[in-house]
């Protein structure tokens, strides 16, 4: 792989090895459409145990439409409720900002789907707090429309076993979006593969000793990269 195509060859089987690796997982993240919105901000910086800890306060609290009833919510109560989840007074802003932003819409989330995926995500983007990876997790799982999630896990196997980078965040998603035909069901285990795949073998100091991948790169040389 000395040269980006041959390792484009390469990547365009990925998605194929991860499934053979852990099997189909369908859509991987979990929820009903509105706890997949609140929960692409509570898991910022976090693990996914404490964003369902988070979403239990919250569960118990709400018993109806959780965003129409955390947006009624006083600004103290909305960040006790996600306190699990940590760094919980900045989130609570970035989710208060989301939460009125669905209020422009009265919470139709049925008319907010019927925008473009990047129409949607322009509007996203514009919210404070909310960047690219927490709009195109909400696009992707919330209003399952085909725009691929990047991560730190999906950059970490990119470099490790394949040898890519990219600048920034849009070069990274393209890519995926240029090699893999554009579908919800594909992204999002495709999405989930990875992540599984970062979490049991490439981790921050990875088991390749026991990882099933053959070919890749950091298991190949001197100097780990």
């Not at 195509?5 to 090895?17: C, D, L, M, R, T």
């Not at 997982?25 to 929820?31: E, H, R, V, Y």
């Not at 964003?51 to 569960?59: D, G, Q, S, T």
Request: hydrophobic share 40%; with cysteine.
């Amino acid at each position: 792989m000395e040269n980006l195509e041959n390792k484009k060859i390469a990547f365009q089987n990925f998605y194929s090895i991860l499934k053979g690796i852990h099997g189909s997982l369908g859509k991987w993240w979990p929820g009903e459409r509105e706890e997949i919105i609140v929960s692409a901000v509570l898991t910022q910086n976090t693990n996914w145990k404490n964003v369902e800890r988070a979403l239990n306060n919250i569960k118990e609290v709400c018993s109806g439409d959780i965003l129409i009833c955390l947006h009624n919510l006083p600004d103290e109560q909305l960040t006790n409720l996600i306190r699990p989840a940590g760094f919980y007074n900045i989130k609570a802003k970035r989710l208060r900002q989301l939460l009125n932003w669905l209020a422009n819409y009265e919470f139709k989330l049925d008319k907010i789907a019927e925008k473009d995926a990047f129409e949607l995500r322009k509007e996203l983007l514009e919210i404070n707090g909310i960047g690219k990876e927490t709009a195109d997790s909400i696009i992707l799982y919330a209003f399952e429309k085909p725009i691929f999630v990047i991560d730190a896990y999906t950059k970490r196997l990119l470099k490790r076993i394949f040898g890519i980078e990219f600048n920034d965040y849009d070069e990274y998603r393209e890519f995926f979006e240029d090699n893999y035909k554009k579908t919800v069901e594909l992204y999002q285990e495709f999405h989930g593969l990875i992540v599984e795949h970062a979490k049991l073998y490439c981790t921050s100091k990875p088991k390749c000793d026991i990882c099933p991948i053959d070919f890749c790169l950091f298991n190949h040389q001197d100097k780990p990269f």
